[in-house]
């Protein structure tokens, strides 16, 4: 059982995960202030909408009480202050405003890590689990190390008690947690599968570099890397955490290795582990693609040898030689059409079989893969959860996800009340009419749920894109930060609409789903401009920011001679007249954008619900659960989705 004692980490107040379920669902799409904050509003548009957006926003009361409260204070009152003792103090918030806070806290999810009390099959890892060796930490810094020690140890348990013979590994980038999965104590078979070259060479380049493997030459479709046995040091404290830590190892001359294909990896067995590389990008849960790797790619891998070939010996050369031979034969077989013949690099592995024997009579009568994943972004964690059902070899899948803003919608856009806060920003309006059958909701739940604005749970980019906030581990520092971009960055939208670099859009008279009337040609939004990242010294002042977005923009080949004619005229002395007519509502703008980041807690809970209900929706799955792995204030994104096949 989980340490949580259910499918779901819920808080106290519901009897069951169909009571909490039911609560969170109901909530979200019946209450008007959470639509509006989770999705029907951007900051971009903060200055620029017509009702003042404020107001029309929140309440006068909520308003009154926030004006007098500092921002520090309203943090404290929306995650961590004791709401009885709110209320029973002098001056207390509105009571609305803090059953609004208590609904938002009571369907949070909850993300505290818990040490494990037992090793039982759904558990956190252990206090006692090995230590991440120092050269399979390299290029980690602290919040990697952190993730990747939790979550390899937390797999080597679900897979020895579900008898997995190998993990798939989707979307690897640099293949940390595969190379420590790999390594010693766990031993593990990982196929890492990634959709940019660049990527795994820059995985294979690390394997080099953390002498934890060399680079040969080979004709197949990824790597076998299989662990050194000489002995690691256990990573100290601090150690490893930057790119400083990666050190060229002495150059090893390159060699032809065999061709290496799924039943290859599938054939080895458990003695030592090894870890393959797959290019491919993933587009649903179909993993037949793993069977004809071999005939899809032609790179040069990473092998970790053992302590024999280290050492160079006569060993070494002998299967060198060996090698060689072995994939002339296989060449010369595939070319005569007798279709793709590979060997092992692992000699353990053949069994007594000639090299050139085809790969296909190695494999395991039934191989037990378990697909995983550490941060999935997007769509990438709904494929690897279809994977347990498409697939009859893969038998657990356990993904934690992220960057829900990545994710495609299913269902079209969401309704608001209030039509002028329905956003009109071309990004938004294009994702919501995605329709994508990959997209969210998965689940049935989810997507026929029935409530006042129709049928189905939506949540657009904007909320989801709240939803990977993480307002817990604000500091004043961070927050003061943060509150300053946004409002340079609103502020500057403000001076783009009236200087006609955007175009304000208006919608004429209509019906929001009330039947309430809104007033005829009231401003919504304005046109979308991405500025990107600027130099730290651009946020110094406003004036900076507005002198280095402009500089960046009018750079572009496209655009940047419009920016640059209706931008050039702009004087220092406009500028600070701006900031200075807006200043009094910067607070304003921190205070949305921190009920925002607040509310957008339930949007990740309806996400990571979804998934959860997916599984259980399958007849194939015999059990499922959501769990934090990890300590949020190292890393928010801490919810594993689980699911064993029957």
Not at 9 to 19: D, I, L
Not at 100 to 127: E, M, N, Q, V
Not at 149 to 166: G, M, P, Q
Request: some cysteine.
């Amino acid at each position: 059982m989980s340490e949580y004692h259910e499918p779901l980490p819920f808080h106290g107040g519901f009897a069951n995960a169909e009571e909490y379920v039911e609560s969170l669902l109901c909530f979200t799409t019946s209450s008007d202030l959470f639509q509006h904050l989770c999705g029907g509003v951007h900051i971009l548009d903060f200055f620029t909408r017509e009702p003042d957006l404020y107001a029309a926003l929140l309440p006068e009361s909520w308003r009154e009480w926030f004006h007098k409260s500092s921002i520090e204070d309203t943090l404290d009152l929306l995650m961590r202050q004791d709401l009885d003792v709110a209320s029973s103090q002098p001056g207390p918030p509105p009571s609305d405003l803090l059953d609004y806070i208590k609904a938002i806290r009571k369907h949070s999810l909850r993300r505290d890590w818990r040490p494990p009390a037992s090793c039982s099959g759904r558990t956190t890892g252990s206090l006692s689990a090995p230590r991440l060796a120092h050269n399979v930490a390299t290029g980690m810094n602290q919040k990697k190390r952190h993730e990747v020690f939790k979550f390899s140890n937390y797999v080597d348990r679900l897979a020895t008690e579900n008898a997995i013979t190998h993990l798939v590994d989707f979307g690897s980038g640099q293949s940390y947690l595969g190379r420590a999965l790999a390594r010693e104590p766990y031993n593990r078979r990982v196929i890492a599968v990634e959709g940019k070259q660049s990527n795994i060479d820059g995985a294979q380049l690390i394997d080099h570099r953390a002498k934890v493997g060399k680079r040969v030459d080979c004709f197949g479709a990824g790597t076998v890397s299989q662990p050194q046995q000489s002995s690691s040091k256990p990573l100290a404290k601090g150690e490893g955490d930057s790119a400083s830590d990666l050190k060229q190892s002495d150059s090893i001359s390159g060699r032809p290795a065999p061709e290496q294909d799924f039943p290859n990896i599938l054939s080895m067995g458990r003695t030592r582990g090894a870890l393959f590389y797959v290019q491919h990008r993933i587009e649903d849960g179909d993993l037949s693609f793993l069977r004809n790797a071999a005939a899809r790619a032609n790179r040069e891998p990473t092998r970790i040898p053992d302590a024999t070939e280290m050492d160079g010996g006569d060993e070494m050369q002998e299967r060198a030689s060996m090698e060689e031979r072995a994939a002339a034969t296989a060449r010369a077989d595939e070319a005569k059409g007798g279709g793709l013949k590979a060997t092992s690099t692992d000699p353990q592995s053949n069994h007594g079989e000639k090299p050139g024997q085809c790969l296909g009579l190695l494999m395991p009568p039934k191989p037990r893969l378990m697909v995983i994943s550490l941060h999935s972004c997007g769509n990438l964690i709904h494929h690897g959860l279809r994977s347990l059902i498409l697939n009859d070899f893969v038998v657990a899948v356990a993904m934690v996800g992220c960057c829900y803003n990545l994710m495609t919608e299913r269902l079209g856009p969401p309704t608001y009340k209030l039509p002028s806060l329905r956003p009109r920003n071309a990004r938004v309006m294009r994702e919501g009419l995605a329709y994508d059958p990959q997209g969210f909701p998965m689940s049935q739940r989810l997507s026929f749920h029935t409530h006042m604005r129709g049928q189905g749970v939506r949540f657009n980019i904007t909320a989801r894109m709240m939803a990977v906030q993480a307002p817990q581990n604000w500091t004043s520092t961070d927050s003061s930060g943060f509150f300053t971009r946004h409002f340079f960055r609103a502020l500057l939208q403000r001076i783009f609409l009236d200087r006609g670099v955007v175009q304000e859009t208006r919608r004429e008279r209509e019906e929001s789903v009330s039947g309430d009337e809104q007033g005829k040609g009231s401003a919504e939004a304005t046109d979308p401009v991405i500025i990107g990242s600027l130099r730290a010294a651009c946020y110094t002042s406003f004036r900076s920011y507005v002198r280095g977005a402009v500089a960046k923009l009018a750079r572009d080949p496209e655009c940047g001679p419009q920016i640059q004619h209706l931008m050039g005229s702009l004087t220092d002395e406009q500028i600070d007249g701006y900031e200075r007519r807006y200043q009094g509502r910067k607070k304003d703008l921190s205070v949305v954008w921190s009920l925002m980041a607040f509310s957008a807690g339930l949007v990740e809970a309806c996400i990571v619900v979804d998934r959860w209900s997916f599984l259980k929706e399958q007849k194939e799955v015999k059990r499922c659960w959501v769990e934090p792995i990890f300590d949020y204030s190292q890393s928010p994104r801490n919810l594993v989705v689980v699911g064993i096949k029957r």
